[in-house]
């Protein structure tokens, strides 16, 4: 069976006698998952933008603002340099999220989504299986990065590196699913820019990626603490300059499974179309 055809075998029709196993949500949700993962292989134009817009934005930030950033205290002497890869990371899960999530929107239109819909498996199976999917290619797009913690004279140890690593996973899961839950609902690709314009982005620049909200005005640092993208950002950012928080790791995974559950809820959801 192909996973890329228009018409997987277990969208036929039930009563036809289809082989139940097809049917099962587990296998459905492992049939997406594979799914993402070719598709992720065989575009290497999204591998390259995902992780060569964040890189440029590094290499270029981290030297222009090399010599005005005062770190806050509990990080001593890290430059912007350090400070600014975990915001990376995460941008990196970002935009490796609304990659993935826009692939709904072309499903949609070729027909592939369609054939899955009218399977008997639950549909919070697909919800699953786009979100692992995504996350999963998202994880080792932002894994890559941890390769230039050397270069920046972090030390890192084997469980730091671990703890930095679940951080990262956290973050996938939970923007991921953000991303599916928003495309479930919006019919163009366009429209899903203006998405990502307005709520992704956004999260991202408040999450503590580009400053400490310790310097930033009362209202701005409050909106950078609630933000739950914040907890990701420091989940990851706290193992590589050895401020492990493991409040932040808990509150970034507590975000991925709201955000998993929301995500399944409106995917499950009926809607007026047919889809």
Excluded at 128 to 147: E, F, H, M, P, Y
Excluded at 151 to 162: E, N, P, V
Excluded at 182 to 195: L, M
């Amino acid at each position: 069976m192909s996973t890329l055809s228009p018409q997987p075998s277990f969208a036929t029709n039930p009563a036809a006698g289809v082989d139940r196993s097809l049917t099962s949500p587990w296998v459905v949700t492992g049939v997406i998952v594979r799914r993402e993962l070719i598709l992720f292989v065989r575009q290497p134009a999204r591998v390259a933008a995902a992780i060569g817009t964040p890189c440029l934005l590094w290499l270029f930030m981290g030297s222009g603002f090399a010599q005005s950033f005062r770190p806050p205290e509990q990080l001593g002497d890290a430059s912007y340099a350090s400070y600014l890869l975990p915001g990376m990371m995460t941008l990196v899960a970002v935009f490796a999220a609304i990659f993935s999530s826009i692939s709904i929107i072309q499903d949609r239109q070729d027909g592939w989504l369609q054939s899955v819909l009218v399977s008997p498996a639950p549909r919070w199976s697909i919800a699953l299986g786009k979100t692992l999917g995504g996350a999963i290619v998202a994880w080792a797009q932002a894994a890559l990065l941890l390769a230039a913690a050397p270069l920046l004279d972090i030390h890192l140890t084997f469980w730091a590196a671990i703890l930095a690593l679940l951080g990262v996973a956290a973050t996938c899961i939970a923007m991921t699913a953000v991303g599916v839950a928003f495309a479930w609902r919006t019919e163009t690709t366009a429209a899903f820019h203006a998405v990502m314009n307005l709520v992704f982005m956004p999260a991202w620049l408040l999450s503590g990626a580009l400053f400490p909200p310790q310097g930033a005005s009362a209202w701005l640092g409050l909106v950078v603490r609630l933000n739950p993208l914040s907890w990701c950002t420091q989940a990851i950012r706290g193992p590589l300059l050895g401020e492990p928080s493991f409040t932040a790791l808990a509150g970034s995974f507590i975000f991925a499974g709201a955000a998993l559950a929301c995500a399944t809820w409106i995917v499950s959801a009926p809607t007026k179309r047919s889809t």
